[in-house]
Every structure is written in C-alpha cells, then in structure tokens.
C-alpha cells in the first residue's frame, strides 16, 4: 500500500500542467479537485468521497485516474479553433 503523500503525488501529478489538489479526509476518503488553465482558483472538476482503501494497486489507481480524465473532458469538450477553413483540434 503506498503512503498517503506517494498517493496524492501520483494522483495530482497525473493532471500536469494542470493543478490539482488531492485532500484525504478525517474518514480516510479523498477529495481531488481539478483546477481550470487559465483562472487557477476555478474548480472544473471536484469528486469527494473516494475511498482511499480501494486504491491499493496501481491499477485501481489508473482506473481512477481515468474516470476523473474521462468527467473532466466531458465537462469542457475541446474548442475547435478554425484555421483557412478547416477545423483544427
């Protein structure tokens, strides 16, 4: 099992550049909150209640990882920027 700080460095050095804040509670649950580009004190994404328990392999830590990307993207789908015509991701 890692140690809390192992986890919270894996976790918020996952969303980089971005800044991201992994908070373990009293009960032993985490809050990540996921911090916008531009205006740094903006929350785009905050999950509360995750049980640090079950984040005992680098496999469930990814899993993690993943759904919050996954929430984050669904939350702020790219902009398309429009370029001679075309539209460029």
Known sequence: MLSELELRSIIEGSFLPKRCEC???????????????????????????INADKLDSSRAICNLITGL?????????????????RALH
């Open 23 to 49: 908070i373990k509670a009293e009960d032993a649950s985490l809050t990540i909150k996921v911090y916008d580009d531009i205006d740094r004190d903006r929350v785009d994404l905050e999950v509360k209640g």
């Open 69 to 85: 990307r996954e929430d984050l993207k669904h939350n702020h789908p790219p902009v398309l920027q429009r370029t001679a015509g």
